[in-house]
């Protein structure tokens, strides 16, 4: 097959495409793409709905119109029904006697989003969410390709036909639709609240629904004020307002948000729709403008015209039936990005970190942009409603933003994200509400070769692509979004080979008040936008459409990381390094959603338990290969492990502010960040309580030497599992503690079942793995009948100590690569139980791993037949409940088969069940399945 290529005349990337083609594909997240997608499938047509946001139904969900179905024809569609019921219908959470008359309403953001789901699955029609469409090239005698932009990154999709039902005039319009020119002057706006009280203010006309919704707070969740009710009934308000507009820019729509969200937020503000809109387009289509489009095979789709639309495109695509990939060459366009803003600074992503950054920099006077995907700041705090600190230093920044979020009302995650705004705005900051930040402008390199980032790509809500150029860039996706596309390296999960370790992710539910829901329920990869979606759209399913809402995104632990210029590591931080740069001091307990990567770390008790005191150097911020960037939160450099650590909110509050000032004191002065006086910045942060004065005087802490190590050996003879400190700083150590190593292998070998046998062992040094050997030799000679093998860990998911004494005898000969011990672990391995232990297996692979013992392999097939059968490689519609735990059996699964494959395969067991991992939707599975069968 050819491939289609859409050259770009100015040599920017090019579109390339060779594979299937999709009859139609319909671009939007509103009813009427909706619509559109299930009357094309009906009409015959292969089709595909692309929506730009992570839910469907964005104009009616997610603008809170849930009176838009009420003088509808109720079966129009499955999922609409009139908004009001009487009380004896209404979701059980919701019922009161007391309800002073009112109707209570029964139809929800997740219930909307939920049928409208349900619909397209049962009409087979597949779908990507989160996924923006930035550009369009071909069609006519080539088919069209759409240029479309995810948490994965930038990829393309072939359509014979193509619909746009976004609503939004900007993609079609460069498809040769017409709309009519925009007219500057006043224009009227509407937006919905969901309030306790009837929104105010001079110039807002309100027309309030006669249905109410019960508000309660949980007894345990977060309120900011102690003055305001704990239970209310909230009404739907359709809030109207006027003014003036001069273009339709971005940040001209921006500045109309912002002023709307001024005369309607409210203390008992319960929900909000996610932005205003003109209540008449600002732009509408002119009369037949797309006769010209659609010959071409582009359709624009407005509201009530769908289902006539999807046919003219189904017959379309009927009409022109090339074989997938065979549309030869089209010279298209250049691929234009045209300026929106420019700034000093510019912050993408307003989450916990993105949003103290940005008031820190507007605060210190330089001009500030700040792109975030969602429609309220706050991220995990707000949107994600993990709204209660679990652990953290609640010091400076974070004191501040505790006391100003209690002065403003009464709903937690409504009234952060309103705090967040105010102080953003109030420093004259502005906020691009809807803009996924999709890749990073330059301006040459620097003296050491690094490429200078000036700015960066976005994609709008509305669906214009653009740059915004700036002086500095802050990453504050918390996944290293902008500085991987830049090119930085990055690494995501372990590193380790011989076993897929992930940590679990939370999918929240949304009860009406309610600002904290951790609930860990999922396993996804957050760099994969399909694992995303598919998240999503399981645990919405499975938690059911009783719920108010849910999360439009994971609240993931397992990111993906920055290789900085200076990487954290959990030794030094478990050792108490100190650094002369710190910018930030990180306080909590070890507290890993899953098991650790750092064999050290197996072992003891930290987890969940003892505080850590843990600084944050300004080294890690920067990307490798990259100048005027900084990244901050949970891309920064830095080791998974040392992560459980240093990603509290209440830490990464204070730290997003110490990036802002940063990333502001660089641009004012026109240096690279990394070339600032961090001492000035120090004292500064000392000022506002974030530091200690006692870091002034710090400088990094040397490495040991080799007679300092030395002295050490008794307090490492004498450590426990509950108190490894001696071990962190000889593993910390690095290569100064090779010789040392080598020297105590000369000693006498530690006796038998002695905790310095096993950590010497695991220092590689020979002089304890004899005592190891001895250890797992006595526990073969136990008699007949008594458990060979001890209580392990059953469970990926836990706190404490994730191995046994055995597990990490094994683990300890592994680092050694001690072979002689190969043949009696194949023995042992013959008492294990059919469902042994997660922790067990762990250890067994990692030995097999550094010795490829053969004589194991019979027990590991035995093993992996009992432990198969939990790949999930099926359609959406056929998706089974999610298990709550479900990283547990997967991993087992998986690292089986690894270890059996490495060892040449049993009549091809562990082949099968590799491969039938490929199209796991968890794609830490996919990869790890594929690495193995590649023979990494």
Not at 87 to 105: E, F, I, M, Y
Not at 245 to 258: E, F, Q
Not at 878 to 891: C, S, Y
């Amino acid at each position: 097959m050819k491939k289609i290529v859409f050259a770009c005349l100015t040599g920017a990337a090019a579109l390339a495409w060779g594979g299937e083609t999709w009859d139609v594909v319909v671009v939007g997240g509103t009813v009427r793409a909706v619509e559109a997608a299930v009357a094309a499938k009906k009409a015959g047509a292969k089709t595909l709905l692309v929506a730009p946001r992570p839910f469907l139904g964005d104009d009616v969900s997610g603008r809170l119109r849930l009176d838009a179905y009420e003088n509808r024809e109720p079966d129009r569609l499955p999922h609409h029904f009139k908004l009001t019921r009487t009380c004896k219908d209404a979701p059980k959470q919701w019922r009161n006697d007391d309800v002073s008359g009112l109707p209570l309403a029964t139809l929800t953001p997740n219930y909307d989003k939920f049928r409208l789901n349900t619909l397209l699955l049962s009409n087979g029609v597949p779908f990507r969410a989160g996924t923006a469409v930035a550009r369009a090239v071909g069609g006519g005698k080539t088919p069209h390709l759409l240029e479309t932009w995810n948490r994965s990154g930038r990829g393309e999709i072939a359509a014979r036909a193509v619909v746009d039902a976004t609503g939004e005039p900007y993609l079609s319009e460069k498809q040769g639709v017409a709309f009519a020119p925009f007219k500057p002057g006043r224009r009227r706006f509407c937006r919905y609240v969901l309030n306790g009280e009837k929104p105010s203010a001079p110039g807002l006309a309100v027309d309030e629904f006669q249905n109410c919704y019960w508000a309660v707070i949980p007894g345990w969740d977060v309120r900011a004020p102690t003055n305001f009710p704990s239970f209310f009934p909230a009404q739907l308000y359709r809030c109207t307002a006027e003014f003036d507009l001069a273009d339709d820019s971005p940040l001209a729509l921006a500045r109309v948000d912002a002023a709307f969200r001024n005369l309607t937020f409210g203390p008992l503000q319960v929900d909000a729709g996610d932005r205003c809109w003109p209540v008449e387009p600002l732009r509408p289509p002119a009369e037949d403008g797309g006769k010209a489009a659609a010959a071409r095979g582009w359709f624009w789709c407005a509201e009530g015209d769908a289902e006539r639309v999807a046919a003219q495109a189904a017959a379309f695509a009927k009409a022109h039936p090339a074989a997938d990939g065979e549309r030869g060459d089209v010279i298209d366009a250049p691929d234009e990005w045209p300026v929106l803003a420019t700034a000093d600074v510019v912050v993408a992503g307003g989450g916990t970190c993105g949003s103290p950054a940005a008031i820190a920099a507007a605060r210190a006077g330089a001009k500030v942009v700040v792109c975030e995907f969602h429609f309220n700041l706050g991220g995990t705090q707000t949107t994600g409603l993990l709204g209660k600190y679990w652990d953290g230093n609640r010091v400076g920044f974070t004191q501040e933003i505790d006391a100003g979020v209690k002065k403003l009302g009464s709903i937690l995650n409504q009234t952060k994200a309103e705090y967040y705004r105010r102080e953003i705005e109030k420093a004259g900051g502005a906020i691009l509400y809807g803009a996924r930040v999709v890749d990073a402008e330059f301006a040459g390199a620097d003296a050491k070769g690094r490429k200078i980032v000036s700015g960066v790509r976005v994609v709008t809500a509305d669906g214009r692509k653009g740059s915004i150029r700036a002086k500095v860039v802050i990453d504050a996706t918390g996944n290293a979004d902008v500085a991987a596309a830049a090119g930085a390296p990055t690494f995501f999960g372990s590193g380790r080979p011989e076993a897929p370790i992930l940590q679990g992710a939370s999918v929240s539910w949304r009860d009406l008040a309610t600002s904290v829901s951790n609930c860990e329920v999922t396993f996804a990869d957050d760099t994969d936008a399909e694992s995303i979606r598919r998240a999503l759209w399981q645990t919405q399913r499975d938690y059911g459409t009783y719920r108010w809402d849910l999360a439009p995104f994971l609240g993931s632990r397992e990111r993906r990381r920055i290789v900085g210029d200076f990487v954290v590591r959990t030794h030094d931080m478990a050792r108490g390094r100190k650094y002369r740069d710190t910018v930030a001091v990180c306080v909590a307990g070890q507290d890993s959603h899953g098991v650790f990567s750092d064999d050290v770390l197996f072992f003891t008790t930290i987890s969940g338990g003892r505080r850590i005191s843990a600084p944050v150097p300004y080294r890690a911020f920067f990307p490798k290969g990259l100048s005027g960037m900084l990244v901050t939160g949970l891309g920064i450099s830095a080791e998974r492990d040392a992560l459980a650590v240093m990603r509290m909110q209440a830490d990464l509050q204070n730290e997003g502010y110490a990036a802002g000032r940063a990333a502001a004191t660089a641009a004012l002065a026109g240096v690279a960040p990394d070339a600032i006086d961090v001492r000035a910045l120090q004292r500064h942060l000392v000022e506002k309580e974030i530091l200690p004065a006692d870091v002034l005087g710090d400088e990094d802490t040397p490495a040991l030497s080799a007679a300092e190590l030395k002295a050490l050996v008794p307090q490492v003879c004498c450590a426990t599992n509950d108190n490894l400190d001696g071990v962190w700083e000889f593993f910390a150590a690095g290569d100064a503690a090779k010789g040392v190593v080598a020297e105590l292998a000369r000693k006498p070998p530690y006796a038998a079942g002695t905790p310095e046998a096993r950590h010497f062992a695991m220092l590689a040094a020979a002089t304890g793995v004899a005592g190891c050997e001895a250890e797992l030799a006595n526990w073969l000679a136990t008699p007949q009948g008594t458990n060979l093998w001890d209580a392990g860990r059953s469970s990926a998911i836990c706190y404490g100590p994730r191995f046994s004494f055995k597990d990490e005898a094994i683990i300890a000969l592994a680092r050694t690569k001690y072979a002689p011990f190969g043949p009696k672990l194949a023995e042992m391995m013959r008492a294990l139980p059919d469902d042994a232990d997660y922790s067990h297996l762990r250890a067994i692979a990692i030995y097999l791993d550094a010795v490829p013992e053969k004589a194991c392999a019979p027990e590991l097939a035995r093993i992996l037949k009992c432990v198969k059968g939990h790949a999930q490689a099926f359609s959406d519609s056929e998706m089974p409940k999610f298990p709550k735990k479900r990283i547990h059996p997967p991993a087992k699964e998986l690292m089986v088969a690894r270890a059996l494959f490495r060892l040449g395969d049993v009549d091809g067991l562990a082949k099968s069940v590799l491969e039938s991992y490929r199209n796991e939707p968890v794609k830490v599975f996919a990869d790890f399945a594929a690495a193995a069968l590649r023979g990494e």
